[in-house]
């Protein structure tokens, strides 16, 4: 039972640098950049009026807790401050917050920031949001938790600050690890019930639907054969994820295609948010450690990373 | 043992007790969502597996505190983490298929009887597929109440853009798609009407008509 428990604390909290953190920490502040540029526009119009106000009473009958935009517009409102600087001011909050954390300056408080601001966003506007405002939530989440600061952060080389809990850096990557297979796994699952996705149906109305048309069905038809081809191969990656990610020999491939998968859904389907947040958590979840770029292992000794407490 | 020693320790086990009960959420709520697509179909399971699953998922939503009374302290708890970690919904992505989408027509009547057709618009690809996911909403929603009011206020914006029209219909179809045979032969995306709303200058709908 022990040996059990040793072994199964050994797995949960293994001993890691922290590169994983900054792809996450970079990536994520990429992610939550260009989602806040892309909406600049239509950020207003998008979470203002009737529609967030229904969205947020539909919220009130799940939680009243959960975060959302409603708490500060009546704030605002009793403050007299009108609603469209209160929007202003939390688009601008999210900007500043991904900025924060792509160069890692005060990286914790831009995590929070970044991942509450982003959640009230997705929340109040609830009819609109879809899969990469889940995942932009599970990935910030995560970050918010994990022992920031980086070693390639601002952070750590301007204001020389250090992480309080290094020994947990493993543990978070394999929370992540543990979500993503989940993720793949349920998803895989769900695809392979449909007929759709062994005949190649499914494959070519994802991609005719608009608005994920980004293709002329004209040019898309002249690879008819390739639909079930693409269908059964995304059910196997999907699917067979949490049983070929682990291994050494299958880890490569099967991450180098997942991420292949991503780009041709964004090329594809015009889906760049959610297919840079899926290659960022994949990346951050199951790079190899030794990832091409200069390792400086000595930043924690190995008595931090992996305090000999078992023994003990 | 060192005190240092015990409070890593101690730290660690409180670590992955949060990580199996977090687990145990993210999986719940993945396998109510599996069982729920395939209680609702079409899917290639067999009957008797589409009975199971409606059980099933009943027993996940009754587990994971849905049915319980909405201002219940549990459930309000649960939904708040679940949310604020992302954890609240399954991860079928266009599964187990690929789901016909939806339109929104706005028919502009002008006082000199000109007739103009207008789509929600946005200046962003990025807003376009939330808009899209809005539609979706509008489309599936089994509430007329809810839908009248999401269109009425997308008309509303549109109204905003066109001041001086009389009246305003708007149009809810579901978009057909082509399979690849039928797209050979000439068959495009065709629409099938859903529901009309008329909306006036006094901004109250006139009668939404139904298909």
Same mark, same amino acid.
């Given at each position: 039972m022990e040996a059990f428990r040793k072994r199964l604390l050994e797995f949960l909290i293994p001993p890691e640098t922290d590169h994983w953190l900054a792809i996450l920490r970079v990536g994520l502040g990429v992610e939550v950049m260009l989602y806040s540029l892309s909406l600049r526009t239509d950020w207003t119009y998008l979470l203002s009026g009737t529609i967030r106000r229904l969205a947020e009473a539909l919220l009130s009958l799940e939680s009243h807790f959960i975060p959302r935009l409603g708490w500060f517009a009546a704030l605002a409102a009793q403050l007299g401050v009108d609603e469209n600087l209160l929007l202003f001011t939390a688009w601008a909050s999210l900007l500043v917050a991904g900025c924060g954390l792509f160069i890692g300056l005060v990286s914790r408080v831009s995590a929070i920031v970044a991942w509450f601001v982003h959640l009230c966003a997705a929340k109040s506007g609830g009819f609109m949001s879809y899969g990469m405002d889940n995942f932009v939530t599970i990935g910030l989440f995560y970050l918010m938790l994990s022992p920031l600061p980086d070693q390639f952060s601002l952070d750590w080389r301007l204001r020389d600050l250090r992480p309080k809990d290094p020994q947990f850096l493993g543990f978070w990557r394999r929370v992540l690890q543990l979500h993503l297979c989940v993720v793949y796994f349920f998803s895989g699952l769900a695809k392979c019930l449909g007929s759709g996705w062994w005949n190649g149906s499914s494959v070519w109305r994802a991609l005719i639907r608009p608005p994920f048309n980004a293709i002329d069905p004209e040019i898309l038809v002249r690879g008819k054969y390739l639909f079930p081809i693409a269908g059964i191969l995304i059910c196997v990656l999907e699917f067979g994820y949490p049983f070929f990610i682990w291994s050494a020999r299958t880890r490569k491939v099967w991450l180098v295609s997942v991420c292949a998968m991503h780009v041709a859904i964004a090329v594809t389907m015009g889906m760049y948010l959610f297919s840079l947040v899926m290659i960022v958590l994949n990346l951050a979840a199951f790079t190899p450690a030794g990832f091409p770029c200069r390792t400086n292992r000595s930043v924690y000794n190995r008595r931090e990373l992996l305090p000999d407490v078992m023994s003990s | 043992m060192t005190v240092r020693a015990a409070t890593i320790l101690r730290q660690r086990?409180?670590?992955?007790?949060? $990580? %199996? &009960?977090?687990?145990? /959420?993210?999986? !719940?709520?993945?396998?109510?969502?599996?069982?729920?697509?395939?209680?609702?179909?079409?899917?290639?399971?067999?009957?008797?597996?589409?009975?199971?699953?409606?059980?099933?998922?009943?027993?996940?939503? $009754? %587990? &994971?505190?849905?049915? /319980?009374?909405? !201002?219940?302290?549990?459930r309000e708890a649960l939904n708040t983490y679940v949310n604020v970690a992302g954890i609240e919904t399954g991860y079928g992505y266009f599964a187990p298929n690929v789901p016909s989408g939806y339109k929104l027509v706005f028919e502009l009547h002008h006082p000199d009887g000109r007739v103009e057709y207008e789509l929600p618009s946005v200046s962003s690809a990025a807003a376009a597929l939330r808009i899209a996911g809005l539609l979706e909403n509008i489309g599936r929603t089994p509430y007329d109440a809810m839908r009248e009011i999401l269109v009425k206020t997308l008309a509303q914006s549109v109204w905003h853009e066109h001041p001086d029209v009389k009246s305003v219909r708007a149009i809810l179809g579901s978009v057909t798609l082509p399979n690849v045979r039928e797209f050979e032969h000439g068959n495009r995306e065709s629409y099938e009407f859903l529901y009309a709303y008329d909306f006036s200058l006094t901004n109250q709908p006139v009668k939404p008509h139904d298909r």
């Open positions: - | 086990y409180l670590h992955a007790a949060w $990580l %199996a &009960l977090h687990l145990l /959420l993210l999986i !719940s709520f993945s396998c109510r969502e599996t069982f729920r697509v395939v209680a609702e179909g079409p899917t290639i399971v067999p009957g008797w597996f589409k009975n199971f699953s409606q059980k099933a998922q009943t027993f996940f939503s $009754l %587990a &994971l505190g849905q049915k /319980l009374p909405a !201002s219940n302290p549990v």
